[in-house]
């Protein structure tokens, strides 16, 4: 069975610029997560989708992130406009039933 | 406000010898807990967890223990192995609030010595 993928792997972007990270969850989970780790720190929840449906988005920094979630399948994140301190590694998880989360390899985001 | 902590950020053993790693949380309202292991440059990979009802779960060489009272848990890895070298991180979530967030500690990194 597949695990979680993401991409791309590593992404260099100049400040103000747009950036698009792409998430595939294992097949059949309908829970999907978005997480994000800066500079070393803890790892921190962004959101979470129920099939197409955001069900937590409390943790999204602010209006610049937009998240989506197609049919229920793939997700994509959007950074719009990307800045200096949305540097950090973007970890996608999913999961079957509200319980253990399997993340993927993350994406490595960094803006100059 | 961290509220899940993991207090030493590194940890050496010897080869064959026990490995504890803890983990502090202030949130009452966590009820599942788990520990993933990270590899440089991969993503977090799941070891093991715990439910607020249990106190011990046991899976091979690793064991986590729960201390609700005291708000603690711990992993003990018996024997230790190089290639468990590696960054622990202990995560919680309040599953009967719905939420299922998980809330992740700062890591320890674990240095097996052969």
């Known amino acids: 069975e597949a695990g979680v993928t993401q991409f791309p792997s590593h992404s260099v972007i100049e400040k103000g610029q747009t950036v698009t990270l792409r998430c595939d969850p294992i097949?059949?989970?309908?829970?999907l997560y978005w997480y994000r780790r800066v500079m070393g720190k803890e790892i921190k929840f962004l959101l979470h989708f129920v099939k197409e449906s955001k069900q937590d988005e409390s943790g999204m920094p602010n209006n610049r992130f937009l998240a989506e979630r197609t049919g229920g399948t793939y997700s994509t994140l959007k950074v719009q406009p990307a800045e200096l301190e949305d540097s950090g590694v973007y970890f996608c998880?999913?999961?079957?039933?509200?319980?253990?989360?399997?993340f993927g390899p993350g994406t490595r985001l960094t803006v100059l | 406000d961290q509220q899940v902590k993991q207090n030493s950020p590194s940890l050496s053993v010897q080869e064959g010898r026990i490995s504890i790693l803890n983990c502090d949380y202030t949130?009452?309202?966590?009820?599942?807990f788990l520990w993933y292991k990270k590899y440089p440059a991969e993503g977090p990979t799941f070891l093991i967890s715990?439910?607020?009802?249990?106190d011990k779960n046991e899976d091979g060489r690793f064991t986590v223990f729960l201390n609700k009272s005291a708000k603690h848990l711990s992993l003990h890895i018996v024997p230790s192995q190089p290639g468990d070298s590696a960054v622990y991180f202990c995560?919680?979530?309040?599953?009967?609030?719905?939420?299922?967030?998980?809330?992740f500690g700062g890591g320890t990194r674990l240095m097996v010595k052969p």
């Open positions: 715990i439910s607020s009802i249990k």
């Open positions: 097949s059949g989970h309908d829970n």
């Open positions: 949130n009452s309202m966590f009820d599942y």
């Open positions: 998880a999913s999961s079957q039933v509200v319980s253990t989360q399997y």
């Open positions: 995560a919680a979530s309040a599953i009967q609030n719905a939420g299922n967030m998980l809330t």
